[in-house]
């Protein structure tokens, strides 16, 4: 791609030390792109300095509307050499790809410095713009088209943004170094500028570590209860159930299933409690008493899984997760005699999720009681969940200080 060789006639004397951006001889500056990859230690360039002097320059400087594209540390190291560079111009469609693939193949950079690299290349305006574009338009460059040209993932490079953003210059320093993983610099540049110098400052690898997920520990509670308060104070008008129902962000519900048939007559569930039919579940007004954001605790059995997979779309509820009921003593079933009973977890909007220590185990062990009666634990398991949000319970038959209820039982 050489279209012509240039040599220059006035050197400089010896350097000691790298210039900056600017040429030493006043006019010959770094092309923004080139400035996306950093540039060598002192030490670094007084060794290649070293080695041009003795061998010569081997490859030349590329050049590119006036600046240096690729060859900062060349230049540079020629400069202190005193030694004449050789100069080519540009000639390809693409600076951008070129910039990159020169330096990838002649740079071992590992992926959280090449997602540094991104960071800088997204939204900066190309060069040239491609064959067949508009010549006068300069387009911006994506985030995904930055991932993809830097072989790395967007959320990589929406990572290396974050530090670019708000990390103090040690841990961006540290990151373009190869000296500390981006995901975890994401999470440093987190915390105050204090904190992430004495963070950046702890010499051990496993120190900094352990204080980022220290870090993130923190910044998740804080996130959390934040939107805990949004939620609390987003609902805090409720009125009371008269007729007119207000709004929840809890909601636990035990719908009376009907089923189609029993194995005896003294276990038919219409002997127990008037049951609904699923359409007459589904067309329940929820929506209407659920806040924009809010988690629904669903009682279902194994035969009813799929109806209650249906309910949950029908009051706009997304599925998350399920416990299982063991209830320590086996029942009836025509393929396994059920000792079990599933509650469903689903959720819509941005409700936050429970603390690390108030997530119980998935299986709740507790005798079998009165026909479909739950357990009494699993209000202990949402109070401990959702301490400050308003809850309601749906076919509830008895009441509970805190909790507002709904059904004809209740």
Not at 352 to 358: G, I, K, R, Y
């Amino acid at each position: 791609m050489a279209k012509s060789i240039t040599k220059t006639t006035a050197m400089p004397k010896r350097k000691t030390s790298a210039p900056s951006a600017v040429g030493s001889n006043g006019d010959l500056k770094f092309h923004p792109l080139a400035n996306l990859f950093p540039l060598l230690g002192e030490e670094e360039l007084i060794t290649l300095s070293q080695d041009i002097a003795a061998n010569g320059l081997r490859l030349p400087i590329t050049l590119h509307e006036g600046m240096i594209l690729d060859g900062r540390n060349r230049y540079t190291a020629c400069v202190m050499a005193s030694v004449v560079p050789l100069f080519v111009d540009f000639d390809g469609d693409d600076p951008v790809k070129f910039v990159i693939s020169t330096n990838l193949h002649r740079r071992h950079l590992n992926e959280s410095q090449r997602a540094m690299v991104a960071a800088k290349l997204e939204t900066m305006k190309r060069g040239r713009p491609e064959k067949g574009a508009n010549l006068h338009h300069k387009e911006n460059i994506s985030r995904s088209h930055a991932a993809e040209l830097l072989c790395i993932s967007s959320r990589t490079v929406a990572d290396a943004k974050k530090v670019e953003r708000e990390a103090i210059p040690e841990v961006v320093t540290a990151v373009e170094s190869g000296k500390l993983p981006v995901s975890v610099a994401a999470t440093i540049a987190e915390a105050s500028p204090e904190k992430q110098r004495e963070v950046i400052a702890k010499d051990d690898k496993k120190a900094i570590l352990a204080a980022s997920k220290e870090i993130r520990k923190e910044m998740t509670e804080e996130r959390r209860a934040k939107r805990t308060q949004q939620i609390v104070e987003a609902v805090q008008n409720n009125k009371p159930l008269d007729g007119s129902l207000g709004t929840f962000a809890v909601i636990y519900a035990d719908p009376p299933w009907a089923y189609d048939s029993s194995e005896s007559d003294t276990r038919v569930v219409e002997n127990h409690y008037p049951t609904m039919t699923l359409e007459a579940i589904r067309s329940l007004a929820v929506q209407k008493i659920a806040h924009n954001d809010a988690v629904l605790f669903l009682w279902t059995t194994s035969p009813k899984l799929k109806e209650a997979f249906q309910i949950l779309d029908a009051w706009g509820f997304d599925y998350r997760t399920c416990a299982v009921w063991d209830k320590e003593k086996i029942g009836m079933g025509y393929y396994f005699r059920q000792q079990h009973e599933l509650l469903l977890v689903a959720t819509r909007g941005t409700i936050p999720t429970p603390s690390a220590e108030h997530r119980p185990s998935s299986v709740i062990r507790s005798p079998r009681e009165e026909h479909s009666r739950k357990p009494e634990c699993v209000y202990d398991i949402i109070e401990k969940m959702y301490p400050q949000l308003p809850k309601i319970e749906l076919f509830a038959r008895n009441a509970r200080p805190g909790w507002s209820r709904w059904g004809n039982q209740s």
